[in-house]
């Protein structure tokens, strides 16, 4: 059976953050989505990156990073409807690591437990940082039908609640995990208490 394949999820509209958000450079001079790409394919051989337009330059980015880009025309009806596009990109018979364009402190550490987790039998994965569940989710291939149905903006939350009983919480020390980028604000440093 074939490993797990990446899934990030590049398609949003960043409202609120007031620019190209996924092409905002961090510190590093690194744009926010190339960070988050560059971190899931130190963990996956394979990653798809899901995006509205094939000819912006993020798919360009992430293209020249090693992902293969798919376009997702519907990409406005929601993130449900964008990870929906990338599980059929993926196929069946895959497990699926889904991971978010706009979380790029997430350390190839925490992806790399998920997928070791997915790769020992479970069937859902997330990790968790201070009872905080975080990215990126690992879903196993029998929940293929579940996920191309998938629409709106919830992503896989619908699917994580309806099979609680199977997720496998893997507890974490990587704020990253739970630390998504959606106004200029949260790129400032975190304060930990």
């Not at 997330?126 to 293929?144: L, Q």
């Amino acid at each position: 059976m074939p490993g797990c394949v990446g899934l990030l999820l590049a398609a949003g509209s960043a409202s609120r953050f007031g620019s190209d958000k996924l092409l905002h450079l961090l510190p590093t001079g690194e744009p926010i989505a190339l960070a988050a790409a560059r971190h899931l394919l130190a963990a996956v051989p394979e990653c798809i990156a899901v995006v509205r337009s094939l000819e912006h330059p993020l798919a360009h980015k992430l293209r020249e990073a090693g992902c293969r880009v798919e376009e997702c025309t519907r990409a406005g009806e929601g993130m449900g409807v964008s990870l929906a596009h990338a599980v059929r990109a993926a196929g069946p018979g895959r497990c699926y690591l889904v991971a978010l364009a706009d979380m790029p402190f997430l350390r190839p550490s925490t992806i790399i437990a998920v997928r070791e987790a997915m790769e020992s039998g479970a069937k859902l994965v997330a990790p968790y940082f201070r009872a905080r569940r975080g990215h990126p989710v690992g879903i196993a291939a029998e929940y293929y039908a579940e996920l191309v149905a998938l629409e709106g903006d919830s992503g896989a939350r619908a699917l994580l609640e309806a099979h609680a009983a199977v997720l496998r919480k893997i507890p974490c020390g990587d704020p990253g995990a739970i630390r998504d980028i959606d106004k200029p604000s949260d790129l400032m440093p975190p304060v930990v208490v």
